[in-house]
């Protein structure tokens, strides 16, 4: 589906490190896809590949059913770069063998370069050493014909091979990892060296060609958007925006669990900034009524999400013939995930649920080649506010989930004010940025508590904040003392009905960032 002229094809055969080999190559402003090891010949040709690299992964050559690409790969003409399990792949494929090494070698190794061409070009021989990352326990116990070793490692003879007439290279090492010092140089060395590929891939080129594109397909077309304010749907919104303009209208709910002045501010900034069509849509009641003696955390969502679903669907038939739906979906959600031993799933991932199959839209998806760091990058070059890019996640149903049972009016009203007293306190002492989320949840149990001289019995407010890489494993932040005191004493001074704050230092797993 792409038009980029130069890029390079990452075949996947399962390695938990081949979505950074993409990344690492888009660093170098080469557009890099990945694919599932399996893809046939037809298509890979047809992709006009400057170079592929073969990731690594767990399995080991000689299984009866390892995963193995089509050696016709070979014949194209197209350089190759095999990692780890790729490498060994690369070698049994074309002669050579591999077999269980006795040692095991996991973690950071030492590799003495043998030749300082190729892919090594640049650096030095022994006895300069380099610090490489390796994981493996097979390992190239005879180079395939043609083939010689480039470097070697504690543990590997082969720990690099290239090919002496053909742009064929392999190593064992992981390039793509920060432990290997010389990764970039060596993912730096195949593609402008090897592949000849020149470094394009720049927002600014990503932003004409997804225009383009999203031009030819809408043609005179009505696109809708859901609008949330995260920083998914507003890149989308902005970037299909400025290639069809009026074509495209935005709708935006507010279901009445949203943070203080949040709908405000994204209504504020999208019409009088981007001049961006958005129907706005106070649907605070209706969510309330259906929320309406609900306290199982599962109920709250369907009736959140599907609410939002018949909110949005309503407004949509109102605007007549709309054949589009644009959203904010990204590469993550949609690389299909290899899984041995078992089927390979392709991870499926709707912002809206359902809406596109029930109003029968076509998919709009023009962040779906990037991950969510490009995704900034591309809103800062829309000309986004750095306030809206780096806004922290927010779930969809929520404060919803964060008002623990029954959710009311009056509770909202609680947990509001402690919310922004978090906000605020993070923002300024430099912490908001640091962390993953930050956020206050209420707890509507009552402690005891003293106030001049008399009782209180009030509810209390814990504190949530986490650090995440990808909010799939989590960690609770050490905040200093001093900020959660600040955070603390605000909150018990100046929201009523609070007279307690806890800290919540539970990691995920086995505990998970929102408390519902
Ligand atoms: P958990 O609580 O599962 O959250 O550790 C992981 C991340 O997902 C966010 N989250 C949601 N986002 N709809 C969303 O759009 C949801 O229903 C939802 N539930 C959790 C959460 O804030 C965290 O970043």
């Known amino acids: 589906m792409s038009e980029h002229s130069e890029k390079i094809i990452i075949l996947d055969f399962g390695s938990q490190t081949t979505q950074l080999i993409a990344r690492r190559i888009r660093e170098q402003k080469v557009y890099s896809e990945i694919h599932p090891y399996n893809l046939s010949l037809d298509r890979l040709q047809a992709m006009q590949p400057s170079g592929i690299v073969l990731s690594g992964g767990p399995a080991s050559v000689y299984d009866h059913d390892a995963p193995i690409s089509d050696p016709g790969l070979f014949e194209l003409g197209i350089p190759v770069l095999g990692i780890c399990y790729g490498a060994q792949l690369m070698m049994q494929q074309l002669g050579g063998r591999v077999e269980k090494a006795e040692h095991r070698e996991f973690g950071k190794a030492e590799l003495d370069i043998l030749y300082t061409g190729g892919i090594f070009a640049g650096m030095e021989t022994a006895p300069a050493k380099y ?65 000849n590929c020149h470094p394009e891939w720049t927002m ?63 209504l504020r900034f999208f019409r009088q900034k981007t001049h ?21 955390p599962e109920e709250k969502r369907k009736r959140i999400g599907y609410g939002f679903i018949e909110i949005f669907e309503k407004e949509a038939r109102e605007l ?22 078992g089927k390979a799933p392709i991870k499926s991932h709707h912002n809206v649920g359902g809406l596109p199959e029930r ?15 490009e995704v900034r990058e591309l809103g800062l070059e829309l000309g986004l506010p750095e306030e809206a890019i780096f806004r922290q996640p927010f779930p969809g149903p929520g404060l919803g989930i964060r008002i623990m049972g029954e959710v009311s009016a009056e509770r909202l009203f609680i947990l509001r004010q402690a919310d922004v007293i978090v906000l605020e306190e993070m923002k300024n002492s430099g ?18 508590g003293v106030m001049g001289d008399g009782r209180t019995y009030e509810n209390v407010i814990a504190l949530r904040c986490v650090d995440s890489r990808d909010a799939m494993t989590a960690d609770w932040s050490r905040l200093p003392y001093d900020l959660l005191g600040r955070i603390s004493n605000r909150i018990i001074n100046e929201v009523r009905g609070v007279n307690r704050v806890v800290y919540d230092i539970s990691s995920k797993p086995p505990s998970t960032i929102e408390w519902e």
């Not at 004409?208 to 949330?228: E, M, N, P």
């Not at 013939?321 to 290899?338: F, H, N, R």
């Not at 912490?431 to 005891?448: E, M, N």
């Open 131 to 195: 610090q490489v990352w390796m994981s493996h326990g097979d390992r190239v116990e005879e180079a395939a014909p043609g083939f010689v070793a480039t470097a070697t490692s504690g543990h590997s003879p082969f720990a690099a091979l290239r090919h002496e007439s053909k742009p064929f290279v392999a190593v064992q090492f992981h390039p793509e990892v920060a432990h290997t010092l010389i990764g970039t140089d060596v993912l730096r060395n195949f593609i402008f060296g090897l592949c």
């Open 204 to 266: 600014h080129s990503f932003i004409d060609t997804t225009i383009k594109k999203i031009q030819a397909k809408v043609g005179g077309g009505q696109v809708i958007c859901a609008l949330s304010g995260g920083v998914d749907s507003s890149v989308t919104a902005a970037l299909v925006h400025r290639a069809i303009g009026d074509q495209l209208t935005c709708i935006y709910v507010n279901n009445g669990l949203m943070r203080t002045g949040e709908t405000e501010s994204v």
């Open 359 to 373: 109003m029968q839209l076509d998919l709009i998806e023009p962040l779906r080649e990037l991950f969510k760091d």
């Open 320 to 341: 007549g013939a709309v054949k589009y739906l644009a959203q904010g979906t990204l590469y993550p959600d949609v690389i299909e995930s290899v899984v041995f031993h």
């Open 431 to 448: 912490w908001y940025r640091k962390v993953w989320q930050s956020f206050a949840v209420l707890l509507p149990i009552q402690t005891v």
């Open 276 to 296: 961006l069509r958005v129907i706005d849509v106070d649907a605070t009641t209706y969510f309330l009524e259906r929320l309406k003696g609900v306290v199982d």
